[in-house]
């Protein structure tokens, strides 16, 4: 299995440093946040080190996002979250602060919990016929 030995959720992992773990079996783990968000927030993780979805190899990602639905309703039954946000950081410029793919689930109680993630969306920036070029273009990427 593939591992940093640098990396603290390695560490998590090969149980060199404790965790609040809520969820956990031969390929995946899932901890609380160490840094809660809103209550519940949980980090799901392949137990094998893949620095962001950039190196995720898709069987590891069916692994990890194959739980992510069971673990998200067990949080909301605990906690009474009426929704969640589901993200992942990938490079310094999303956010990414540790280098190990994770998946976070952010609990939401209402709209001054502590947690916003909005954008503007740009509707005009783009014409319909950018639009149909840039799908195409990242279509042959396949």
Known sequence: MRTDPNCIFCKIVNNEIPAH???E??????????????????LVI????????????????ADVFKRVPTIAKAIQRETGAIGMNVLSNAEEIAGQ?????????????????????KWIAQNDAFTKEELATLASNIHAQF
């Open 21 to 23: 773990k809520v969820y």
């Open 25 to 42: 079996d031969d390929k995946v783990l899932a901890f609380l946040d160490i840094s809660q968000v809103t209550k519940g927030h949980t």
């Open 46 to 61: 392949p137990k094998e080190h893949f620095k962001n979805i950039y190196e995720l190899p898709a069987d590891v990602a």
């Open 97 to 117: 602060t540790v280098y190990h793919f994770h998946i976070h689930l952010i609990p939401r109680y209402g709209s001054e919990d502590g947690f916003g993630a």
